[in-house]
């Protein structure tokens, strides 16, 4: 009725150690994007057409007429600000009055339907122009026709949204020199809104220093924002001066330096500098060991002189 049991001599061991829990199992909050991308060529049906933007002369010309159309607004309201001083001691005539007053009217009439005009331009060429380098680097782009519309249309939120999709639009084609012009414009942009509804706010004036008020505030806005469509031009003209399918940087290969032939490496020494061999140095007046290097040279050549082993010449 007896168990042998075998014990290892010395102390017991010590106990296995215990896992510790898991916890709970890891989830990811959005899905992941550390795996491989897998792209697929599309067939030519499956393919959506890239929108076709305004071409380049009718945008071009857009912007022109609206330089004009501002620039003859703020002239207009500057001219009507001196005839308001030249008012104040002298009785104008009618016809003068009433030309200052109309004119500037229909000027600020023809500047708000070319600031809309241009607007809705220079929206359908940034969405082609948005498309296009986005299918040339193969990805669809990422924000959608009508938040692309509506970021640039609607009033105080384009402000935000549409120099956004501009750097967008610059960091893709990487078009590195564009970036302070977009940054001038959008900083133009903000203060000429700004200004704007200052004007728009104190055109309710009917005492005459509020009348006067206004119209250099009006003024002053025809200005900036004629400086923010300048702008837009040069940032206009710097994507159009290169297309999407021309890279913006172009590595050229350039070939090794060949080294000069009667030049050696700089890690060998050269044959008539300071570490030459005595053997391989021509014979010097005086030096019997530079004298007897040439012979014994022939001497190894084939078809040369025979060596002489354990001989001495003769006395």
Same mark, same amino acid.
């Given at each position: $009725?007896?168990?042998?049991?075998?014990?290892?001599?010395?102390?017991?061991?010590?106990?296995?150690? /215990?896992?510790?829990?898991?916890?709970?199992?890891?989830?990811?909050?959005?899905?992941?994007?550390?795996?491989?991308?897998?792209?697929?060529?599309?067939?030519?049906?499956?393919?959506?057409?890239?929108?076709?933007?305004?071409?380049?002369?009718?945008?071009?010309?857009?912007?022109?007429?609206?330089?004009?159309?501002?620039?003859?607004?703020?002239?207009?309201?500057?001219?009507?600000?001196?005839?308001?001083?030249?008012?104040?001691?002298?009785?104008?005539?009618?016809?003068? @009055?009433?030309?200052?007053?109309?004119?500037?009217?229909?000027?600020?009439?023809?500047?708000?339907?070319?600031?809309?005009?241009?607007?809705?331009?220079?929206?359908?060429?940034?969405?082609?122009? +948005?498309?296009?380098?986005?299918?040339?680097?193969?990805?669809?782009?990422?924000?959608?026709?009508?938040?692309?519309?509506?970021?640039?249309?609607?009033?105080?939120?384009?402000?935000?949204?549409?120099?956004?999709?501009?750097?967008?639009?610059?960091?893709?084609?990487?078009?590195?020199?564009?970036?302070?012009?977009?940054?001038?414009?959008?900083?133009?942009?903000?203060?000429?809104?700004?200004?704007?509804?200052?004007?728009?706010?104190?055109?309710?004036?009917?005492?005459?220093?509020?009348?006067?008020?206004?119209?250099?505030?009006?003024?002053?806005?025809?200005?900036?924002?004629?400086?923010?469509?300048?702008?837009?031009?040069?940032?206009?003209? $710097?994507?159009?001066?290169?297309?999407?399918? +021309?890279?913006? /940087?172009?590595?050229?290969?350039?070939?090794? +330096?060949?080294?000069?032939?009667?030049?050696?490496?700089?890690?060998?020494?050269?044959?008539?500098?300071?570490? /030459?061999?005595? @053997?391989?140095?021509?014979?010097?007046?005086?030096?019997?060991?530079?004298?007897?290097?040439?012979?014994?040279?022939?001497?190894?050549?084939?078809?040369?002189?025979?060596?002489?082993?354990?001989?001495?010449?003769?006395?």
């Amino acid at each position: $009725g007896f168990r042998w049991v075998a014990v290892r001599p010395g102390a017991p061991p010590p106990p296995p150690p /215990r896992r510790r829990p898991l916890g709970p199992t890891p989830r990811y909050e959005v899905i992941p994007r550390w795996g491989l991308v897998d792209r697929f060529d599309q067939d030519e049906s499956q393919r959506e057409a890239a929108p076709a933007g305004p071409s380049s002369g009718f945008v071009t010309s857009v912007l022109l007429g609206t330089q004009i159309i501002l620039g003859v607004a703020a002239l207009l309201h500057l001219l009507r600000y001196v005839l308001l001083i030249i008012n104040r001691t002298t009785l104008l005539p009618y016809w003068l @009055a009433w030309a200052a007053t109309w004119f500037g009217v229909v000027a600020s009439v023809l500047a708000m339907f070319a600031v809309v005009g241009l607007v809705l331009v220079l929206t359908d060429w940034l969405i082609a122009r +948005r498309a296009a380098a986005f299918a040339h680097h193969g990805q669809p782009d990422p924000r959608g026709v009508w938040a692309l519309r509506a970021g640039c249309l609607i009033p105080l939120v384009n402000l935000l949204w549409a120099p956004v999709f501009v750097i967008e639009l610059a960091r893709l084609e990487q078009r590195t020199e564009l970036r302070r012009p977009i940054v001038a414009w959008w900083m133009v942009w903000v203060a000429s809104t700004v200004v704007s509804i200052f004007s728009i706010a104190t055109s309710f004036a009917t005492d005459a220093q509020g009348i006067g008020n206004n119209t250099l505030t009006t003024t002053i806005a025809y200005l900036v924002a004629l400086a923010a469509v300048l702008l837009v031009m040069k940032i206009y003209r $710097g994507f159009e001066r290169q297309p999407v399918t +021309r890279p913006s /940087r172009r590595w050229v290969v350039v070939a090794e +330096r060949p080294g000069r032939p009667d030049q050696p490496p700089p890690d060998q020494p050269r044959p008539d500098g300071p570490g /030459r061999d005595d @053997a391989a140095s021509p014979a010097e007046p005086g030096n019997p060991d530079h004298a007897a290097a040439p012979a014994a040279a022939s001497a190894d050549a084939p078809g040369g002189a025979v060596e002489n082993t354990g001989q001495n010449p003769a006395a």
